[in-house]
């Protein structure tokens, strides 16, 4: 899942807690970011994350839509169900005029 990821993988357990805590960084600042993603069938077992944040590009911060899912997720809609979802949230509750 991490071919196109411009930062690549992550290689530890140091840089997941690193990562989890710059979207809860994110959530405190800026009220929006990540979403853990489950099914209704199994709510406790997280098979993604995605959702909108603020991005960096060259020196313009935007929104961007981003997500990643297990293997085991894929073809089954998920990530369309999850940029709709991030879409909607962008466009209508934040007013946003772009999403990247």
């Known amino acids: 899942t991490n071919r196109y990821n411009p930062a690549g993988p992550l290689t530890d357990q140091g840089q997941a807690e690193a990562a989890l805590a710059r979207w809860l960084l994110h959530w405190a600042e800026h009220g ?3 979403w853990a993603i ?3 069938e199994a709510p406790d077992c997280v098979i993604g994350f995605g959702g909108i944040t603020l991005y960096p590009y060259n020196d313009v911060e935007r ?3 981003g997500y990643r ?3 085991s997720a894929w073809g089954q809609g998920f990530a ?3 940029a709709r979802a991030a879409l909607q949230f962008a466009f209508v509750e934040l007013d946003q005029p772009q999403v990247y």
């Open 80 to 82: 369309t169900e999850l």
């Open 32 to 34: 929006f970011g990540q």
């Open 63 to 65: 929104i961007n839509l």
């Open 69 to 71: 899912f297990a293997v």
């Open 38 to 40: 489950a099914t209704q």
